[in-house]
């Protein structure tokens, strides 16, 4: 095996079937992904969909639903998905996936069946160096606060929520908003609302490396490009748009302050080119993700593993 800089590169020494390589997959993962965050898998017969999954149960044979998403993904064979469905010319920025509520996967896995002509990588952060990085007084504020979500279904703006909780029974959504902390209502017009207060940061269980752990500015609407932006708020109030993020404290969450974070991200991200067949291993607490913009044909697939929840208090 070969290795290199973050992420972690792994090839295999020679040619073989995918399953020859399964106990030096383990291995890798074991030596460097507490260490990197993320492991890249390059060179290996991974020629597909199926291949893709097979390599995942090498590690995380329980796979996660994409339950509770924020973003469009179509699920292919067993719980393996399609990344974020946005149109290519959109940036998507870095995140921690599902950071905007009180549980997540621990793992997830990027395979990518085919390279954009142009763009499409999908860039990482360390994390543990966003945090470091932050300004003091905006960690500060955001720890003391925490951070609200507020979610809008349907109307055709964004993901309906039948679809966000796997269900047409509102009965069932109660019961998970109610599992999960999360207020949520039924409009007059049949659409729901919810609002979750969550972590800001956040303690990995195993590295207890703390992490910054949130997608404040993902969800508030100065994310959204200026045009959509404006259009938006002539229609809606703040906590009518289809998403948004406050303080945990109800007040607004001021531009400047996200446009902060948003560089902080920039500074420490790392993007590589895809090659057909690569496969990414990343630690969901300690590396964020995101996705450039990208011409031509992109399909990269995504998988989800080790569901955590925080006991109460041990995530700020």
Not at 237 to 250: I, K, M, Q, T, V
Request: with cysteine; glycine share 8%; net charge negative.
């Amino acid at each position: 095996m070969s290795f290199g800089p973050f992420p972690s590169i792994v090839s295999p020494s020679g040619p073989g079937d995918l399953s020859d390589f399964a106990e030096s997959i383990r291995a890798a993962v074991e030596e460097h992904l507490a260490r990197q965050g993320a492991v890249l898998f390059r060179g290996f017969p991974v020629r597909g969909p199926s291949d893709f999954e097979r390599m995942v149960s090498f590690v995380t044979p329980d796979l996660l639903e994409y339950t509770f998403g924020s973003t469009p993904r179509s699920q292919l064979s067993g719980r393996i998905y399609t990344s974020t469905e946005y149109p290519a010319h959109q940036q998507i920025p870095l995140h921690n996936e599902q950071s905007y509520t009180t549980e997540w996967p621990l793992k997830i896995w990027f395979y990518c069946a085919k390279p954009a002509l142009e763009g499409g990588e999908t860039p990482l952060a360390d994390s543990r160096e966003v945090l470091r990085r932050i300004p003091t007084r905006i960690r500060e504020r955001f720890v003391a606060k925490k951070v609200m979500y507020t979610r809008n279904y349907g109307n055709g703006l964004d993901v309906p929520w039948q679809k966000v909780f796997g269900t047409e029974d509102p009965k069932v959504v109660e019961g998970f908003c109610r599992d999960a902390g999360i207020l949520c209502e039924w409009k007059d017009d049949g659409e729901l609302r919810t609002r979750q207060i969550c972590q800001a940061i956040a303690t990995h269980p195993r590295t207890k490396d703390v992490v910054w752990f949130n997608q404040a500015h993902l969800f508030h609407v100065s994310n959204l490009e200026p045009a959509a932006r404006e259009g938006l708020l002539a229609v809606f109030a703040e906590d009518e748009l289809p998403r948004n993020a406050f303080y945990g404290d109800g007040t607004p969450i001021e531009d400047g302050v996200l446009d902060e974070i948003r560089e902080v991200y920039r500074q420490v991200a790392v993007a590589f080119p895809w090659q057909e067949g690569d496969v990414v291993l990343a630690d969901n607490m300690l590396v964020a993700h995101g996705r450039s913009s990208f011409k031509g044909p992109r399909q990269v697939l995504v998988a989800m593993a080790e569901s955590y929840r925080p006991e109460e208090g041990a995530s700020t």
